[in-house]
C-alpha cells in the first residue's frame, strides 16, 4: 500500500485508560502517534476498521497486531477507536505472548477473523466507564485465546486481597516495601516473592507504578506537572514524564493536552458507579 500523508490536524482524544499492576488498555478513538519505541509490550487491535502502521519499511493496514517492547513504530488510527493493550515486559502476560505469538519476531499480525468475539467485547466497553475488574477478565480471556488456554494462568489469593485493600486505603499512595510488609506481617523478602508469584512484577515497580499513577491522577484533577510530580514522589516533572513514557508508552504532556474527555480508572479505585 502507498503511504499516505500524515494527519494534518491531531484531534482531541476520548476513551478510557485503565491502569492495573503493569498492564494497560487504552480505549482511545482517532488516536495516532509519531515513530516511537517503548518499555512496555503492546497489543494493538482496530474496533471499527483497520488503523495503519510503519515498522521503518512504510506503511501497511492491520486489523490486530502484537508488538514487542523496543520495537520502533508508529501509527494511524485516526480513523476510529482502537484497543491498545499493554504489558510490561517481564510479567506472565509478556512471556506468553512472546512464546506462543511472536516466536522470535519484533512484531506480528494476528488474524483478526479469530478475534471477532473479542472486537465485539471491547467495543461494548466505549460508551461508559468499566469496573476494572470486567475489562481484567477480558484481557486474560483474550490472552488465554491467543496461547490456545494453556500459556497463561492468573493466581489470586486472600494476601493479595489484604495487600490491595491496605494500598487502595492510603491517603497518599507513597509506602516503601518495609512498610508494606510490616503492616502484612511479612518479613519483606517474604512480600516480595508472595508479590511477583502473584503479579509477575516485582513490589518495587508497582510501588513505582502506583506513585505514577496518583500523579497522573493529580495532573487531570487539574495539578501542575511539577507539583503532581514533587506530591508523588517524583525529582521533578521531567522525571515524572520519563517514567510514564518508560513504562506506559506514551509521551505523558501529549496525551493529557489532547485528553479533555479521557477518564483513567485504576485497580486502586473505588468500584466505577
Known sequence: MEAKAEPSARAKLKGYIYYWYNQSLLLLDAFEAAMHR????????????????????????????????????????????????????DGKATECLRREVLRGEGFRELDAGNLGPFIAAFSELKDRAHPYEEVKALFNDLLRSLSEGAAYVELSSSRMNEIMGILRNLPEKRMSAEELAGRIGLSESRLAHVFKEETGITL??????????????????GMTFTDAAYEAGF???????????????????????RSPDVRIITCLDRPVT
Open 38 to 89: 517503548h518499555y512496555p509490550m503492546e497489543l494493538h487491535i482496530g474496533l471499527e476498521r483497520p488503523f495503519r502502521m510503519d515498522f521503518g519499511t512504510g506503511w501497511r493496514e492491520y486489523r490486530a497486531v502484537v508488538i514487542d517492547s523496543n520495537q520502533p513504530h508508529r501509527f494511524d488510527g485516526s480513523g476510529g477507536w482502537q484497543a491498545l493493550l499493554m504489558f510490561g515486559p
Open 235 to 257: 525529582a521533578d516533572s521531567a522525571h515524572l514524564s520519563r517514567t510514564y513514557k518508560m513504562m506506559c508508552g506514551l509521551n505523558l504532556s501529549d496525551l493529557l493536552n
Open 204 to 221: 518495587r515497580r508497582f510501588l513505582l507504578w502506583l506513585r505514577l499513577m496518583e500523579a497522573v491522577k493529580g495532573i487531570f484533577q
